[in-house]
């Protein structure tokens, strides 16, 4: 009797524990930016396996559900972190869209918004009616300008389907910047060679999430492949649910999707 | 619905600069003095005969700097040669063709030269001693043959080289343009007349750098008087045509654009009539467009005379130069200005003395022109038995 009199105290206990541990760090993880603990913390987290590391017949495939999207900027920390991308270049980015009763659209990403949006605009004088977030990064597309151009095959698209740059071989001519629709190429200030978003290639490769993926607060960011029925990216693509690509005339087949987007959003 | 201003971060400052201006001004002055050259020579016109050894050498002269401007603006310039080695054939890239194909152009030029001098080498070298005439020694390439049947073959060979020049030049400067047209994600470059455009304000910039520096030369040298009236007349009106057809191909574009009034009109026009409004429809179209547009059909009329050509062509031929320069300046940062967040301008401001900045720019256009006075130490620029026999033929 004693016995479990002790048990249900020390379960009581860690009950609380957990309880305390939870909720403050989950209103950490809500209020303030990512801290720079956040590296060692993707690295060792037990929650990736999501994706089958050697498997070239994936078909990848990331989602943004705006609705879901808090400006938390968390993703754009632990994308810098995660690729070392130089201050004032953005691999990805989140962009807050404002629109007024008169539907002028006020678009803003200070910073990229890696520092979040705990400040509204203070430059608007109408009434607003809404406003949403929106996470930029790269397209992955099917048919990449970038790719077409690059007159010396240093960025190529990997069997699975990934985007990625050879900066070894990369010479930073600046075609494939000009030739991106979606603002995502850059040449990186410090390799001085085109640099762009991976989808977190090499995390992938080792079945673990994209870093931006793994450190979304509200799941607004998915990944999966769209090839295994039970992952969430391919349940939501064989839903009725309404996906959208970004610039769908200019023909690259983007296949990163919008969840419950808007026509404002370009 | 109206939209405030927004860039995408990463495009908040025009990533291909004054270099990208440069390079296809320079290349357009190869070809241009190379179609004026050539004319003459595969065409047969006869008045231009005169020039055509003096446009040769400029077009050489400017020939070196081609690639300077690119490997210059390169994150990497020393994997240049990547281009080379490794081009991307299989998508296949516009780009990855321009370093076969300059080469071409540049081997196809530098023989055209050798064949056009081979003969006044010969001359030339036993006139002269030590360095020169171990230089001429060494362009001669070991012949020493004088025969009226070896000179013969050397303008037979050196029209088929223009033959085959001309297309390549057209082709060289045509791809320039079909590089910036065919980047769907520019609303500004994206129209299928980009190469047409590019090509001809090529020929413009060439024809008018010869013709400006033809009339310096010979006023430098106070040999006004041997410049033939044939040659001003034809030139005037080869330069007028060319740049008519040019302004009426970049107007037919505007004009199409601004009466469909979509809504690409509507960006690109809050591109012309805010950042660029300026140095678009101020200079390069009311000042350095119609004013030498005017004054090359008059100088083109019979009435005019020779007095006046020779003061008002190198004039208008001066404008018509800066022209193509702030088409290219319009054209390579006004597309990049207006940015791919369809909702503001991006920002470009080049500096003095950065690597890619304005005095690299301005040397890489002065340089050419000391070449050029170099090269005029080694190539004769003028035929003169030829001049005196057409000046006697056409002075009026």
Same mark, same amino acid.
């Given at each position: 009797?004693?016995?479990?009199?002790?048990?249900?105290?020390?379960?009581?206990?860690?009950?609380?524990?957990?309880?305390?541990?939870?909720?403050?760090?989950?209103?950490?993880?809500?209020?303030?930016?990512?801290?720079? /603990?956040?590296?060692?913390?993707?690295? /060792?987290?037990?929650?990736?396996?999501?994706?089958?590391?050697?498997? @070239?017949? &994936?078909?990848?495939?990331?989602?943004?559900?705006?609705?879901?999207?808090?400006?938390?900027?968390?993703?754009?920390?632990? #994308?810098?972190?995660?690729?070392?991308?130089?201050?004032?270049?953005?691999?990805?980015?989140?962009?807050?869209?404002?629109?007024?009763?008169?539907?002028?659209?006020?678009?803003?990403?200070?910073?990229?918004?890696?520092?979040?949006?705990?400040?509204?605009?203070?430059?608007?004088?109408?009434?607003?009616?809404?406003?949403?977030?929106?996470?930029?990064?790269?397209?992955?597309?099917?048919?990449?300008?970038?790719?077409?151009?690059?007159?010396?095959?240093?960025?190529?698209?990997?069997?699975?389907?990934?985007?990625?740059?050879?900066?070894?071989?990369?010479?930073?001519?600046?075609?494939?910047?000009?030739?991106?629709?979606?603002?995502?190429?850059?040449?990186?200030?410090?390799?001085?060679?085109?640099?762009?978003?991976?989808?977190?290639?090499?995390?992938?490769?080792?079945?673990?999430?994209?870093?931006?993926?793994?450190?979304?607060?509200?799941?607004?960011?998915?990944?999966?492949?769209?090839?295994?029925?039970?992952?969430?990216?391919?349940?939501?693509?064989?839903?009725?649910?309404?996906?959208?690509?970004?610039?769908?005339?200019?023909?690259?087949?983007?296949?990163?999707?919008?969840?419950?987007?808007?026509?404002?959003?370009? | 619905?109206?939209?405030?201003?927004?860039?995408?971060?990463?495009?908040?400052?025009?990533?291909?600069?004054?270099?990208?201006?440069?390079?296809?001004?320079?290349?357009?002055?190869?070809?241009?003095?190379?179609?004026?050259?050539?004319?003459?020579?595969?065409?047969?016109?006869?008045?231009?005969?005169?020039?055509?050894?003096?446009?040769?050498?400029? &077009?050489?002269?400017?020939?070196?700097?081609?690639?300077?401007?690119?490997?210059?603006?390169?994150?990497?310039?020393?994997?240049?040669?990547?281009?080379?080695?490794?081009?991307?054939?299989?998508?296949?890239?516009?780009?990855?063709?321009?370093?076969?194909?300059?080469?071409?152009?540049?081997?196809?030029?530098?023989?055209?030269?050798?064949?056009?001098?081979?003969?006044?080498?010969?001359?030339?070298?036993?006139?002269?001693?030590?360095?020169?005439?171990?230089?001429?020694?060494?362009?001669?390439?070991?012949?020493?043959?004088?025969?009226?049947?070896?000179?013969?073959?050397?303008?037979?060979?050196?029209?088929?080289?223009?033959?085959?020049?001309?297309?390549?030049?057209?082709?060289?400067?045509?791809?320039?343009?079909?590089?910036?047209?065919?980047?769907?994600?520019?609303?500004?470059?994206?129209?299928?007349?980009?190469?047409?455009?590019?090509?001809?304000?090529?020929?413009?910039?060439?024809?008018?750098?010869?013709?400006?520096?033809?009339? @310096? &030369?010979?006023?430098?040298?106070?040999?006004?008087?041997?410049?033939?009236?044939?040659?001003?007349?034809?030139?005037?009106?080869?330069?007028? &045509?060319?740049?008519?057809?040019?302004?009426?191909?970049?107007?037919? #574009?505007?004009?199409?654009?601004?009466?469909?009034?979509?809504?690409?009109?509507?960006?690109?026009?809050?591109?012309?009539?805010?950042?660029?409004?300026?140095?678009?429809?101020?200079?390069?179209?009311?000042?350095?467009?119609?004013?030498?547009?005017?004054?090359?059909?008059?100088?083109?009329?019979?009435?005019?005379?020779?007095?006046?050509?020779?003061?008002?062509?190198?004039?208008?031929?001066?404008?018509?130069?800066?022209?193509?320069?702030?088409?290219?300046?319009?054209?390579?940062?006004?597309?990049?200005?207006?940015?791919?967040?369809?909702?503001?301008?991006?920002?470009?401001?080049?500096?003095?003395?950065?690597?890619?900045?304005?005095?690299?720019?301005?040397?890489?256009?002065?340089?050419?022109?000391?070449?050029?006075?170099?090269?005029?130490?080694?190539?004769?620029?003028? #035929?003169? #038995?030829?001049?005196?026999?057409?000046?006697?033929?056409?002075?009026?």
């Amino acid at each position: 009797m004693r016995v479990n009199q002790e048990l249900i105290d020390r379960d009581r206990r860690g009950f609380i524990q957990s309880v305390v541990t939870g909720s403050v760090g989950g209103s950490l993880m809500l209020m303030i930016p990512m801290s720079s /603990s956040l590296g060692k913390e993707l690295s /060792s987290s037990s929650s990736e396996a999501k994706v089958n590391p050697i498997n @070239l017949d &994936a078909n990848y495939c990331f989602m943004v559900d705006v609705t879901g999207c808090i400006g938390c900027g968390n993703c754009c920390v632990a #994308d810098r972190k995660e690729n070392n991308v130089p201050e004032g270049q953005y691999r990805t980015w989140v962009e807050r869209y404002v629109i007024d009763i008169y539907n002028t659209v006020y678009v803003d990403a200070p910073d990229g918004g890696e520092k979040g949006y705990s400040e509204p605009r203070t430059d608007i004088e109408a009434t607003i009616k809404e406003a949403f977030f929106v996470p930029k990064l790269c397209n992955m597309c099917e048919d990449p300008s970038c790719v077409q151009g690059c007159p010396i095959s240093a960025t190529f698209t990997t069997p699975d389907g990934f985007v990625i740059v050879d900066s070894d071989h990369c010479v930073a001519c600046g075609y494939c910047v000009m030739a991106c629709p979606y603002g995502v190429r850059f040449i990186n200030e410090e390799t001085k060679v085109a640099d762009k978003c991976t989808w977190c290639y090499h995390r992938v490769r080792k079945g673990k999430l994209p870093a931006c993926v793994q450190a979304c607060p509200t799941g607004a960011r998915k990944f999966g492949d769209l090839n295994d029925l039970e992952s969430e990216v391919s349940k939501i693509y064989r839903s009725a649910e309404r996906l959208e690509v970004l610039k769908p005339e200019l023909g690259n087949e983007p296949t990163l999707y919008y969840i419950n987007s808007r026509e404002e959003v370009v | 619905m109206q939209d405030m201003g927004y860039v995408f971060p990463n495009d908040l400052h025009v990533h291909w600069n004054l270099m990208v201006v440069v390079y296809p001004y320079i290349l357009g002055m190869v070809a241009g003095a190379f179609f004026i050259s050539s004319l003459s020579r595969v065409f047969g016109a006869i008045s231009l005969a005169g020039i055509s050894k003096f446009a040769l050498i400029f &077009a050489l002269a400017w020939l070196p700097f081609v690639t300077v401007p690119l490997i210059n603006h390169l994150g990497h310039p020393e994997r240049f040669m990547n281009m080379m080695i490794t081009p991307n054939f299989e998508t296949p890239s516009l780009m990855a063709g321009f370093g076969v194909l300059f080469t071409l152009y540049a081997v196809f030029l530098i023989l055209e030269v050798l064949f056009v001098y081979r003969y006044e080498f010969i001359t030339l070298r036993n006139r002269s001693t030590g360095f020169k005439k171990s230089l001429y020694n060494a362009l001669l390439l070991g012949t020493n043959d004088t025969s009226a049947q070896s000179r013969k073959r050397d303008i037979r060979v050196s029209m088929l080289l223009s033959s085959i020049g001309i297309p390549l030049a057209a082709l060289l400067n045509g791809y320039e343009g079909f590089v910036l047209g065919t980047i769907d994600a520019n609303i500004l470059w994206n129209t299928p007349l980009m190469p047409i455009i590019f090509f001809f304000s090529a020929l413009v910039s060439g024809v008018a750098g010869v013709i400006l520096f033809y009339i @310096l &030369a010979k006023a430098i040298t106070n040999k006004l008087d041997d410049i033939e009236t044939e040659t001003l007349r034809t030139l005037t009106k080869i330069l007028w &045509a060319l740049f008519a057809f040019t302004f009426a191909v970049q107007m037919i #574009d505007i004009a199409s654009l601004a009466y469909a009034s979509t809504h690409r009109w509507d960006l690109i026009n809050s591109l012309l009539s805010g950042p660029l409004s300026f140095s678009y429809w101020t200079m390069q179209v009311m000042i350095l467009s119609i004013i030498p547009a005017i004054v090359l059909a008059i100088l083109s009329l019979r009435i005019v005379s020779r007095k006046i050509i020779l003061i008002a062509l190198p004039v208008a031929a001066l404008m018509l130069l800066a022209e193509v320069f702030f088409m290219r300046w319009n054209t390579v940062i006004g597309g990049q200005i207006l940015a791919n967040s369809d909702r503001g301008f991006a920002t470009y401001h080049p500096l003095m003395f950065e690597k890619e900045g304005i005095l690299v720019s301005a040397l890489l256009l002065i340089l050419p022109i000391v070449l050029f006075w170099l090269l005029s130490k080694i190539f004769p620029l003028w #035929d003169t #038995d030829r001049i005196k026999r057409h000046i006697t033929h056409y002075k009026r």
